[in-house]
């Protein structure tokens, strides 16, 4: 299924943290925290944010920020412009 965001949306799929602490603590995921980072995977029609953001970027965004859907039976976000925090580089 092909999703294109529209205005100043973008598709991000999340990226999940690590679930092992450097000391090797196994993380369960009852304990687990909400992704707050992910790439995007398409971007908006607005064409401020396409000249910001690309089609790969990886960004922060708002713990709650954000639509949760499904695709293909992975979880993505529609999130909006204001909800990214910073791209990371």
Do not use: W
């Amino acid at each position: 299924m092909k999703i294109k965001p529209l205005d100043d949306r973008l598709l991000i799929k999340p990226i999940e943290p690590e679930n092992k602490t450097s000391g090797g603590i196994i993380i369960p995921d009852t304990a687990k925290e909400k992704p707050i980072m992910g790439e995007v995977i398409a971007v908006g029609t607005d064409e401020e944010l396409q000249k910001l953001i690309k089609v790969g970027d990886k960004v922060i965004f708002a713990k709650y920020g954000g639509e949760e859907i499904t695709i293909d039976g992975q979880e993505h976000r529609i999130i909006q412009r204001s909800d990214v925090l910073a791209i990371v580089e």
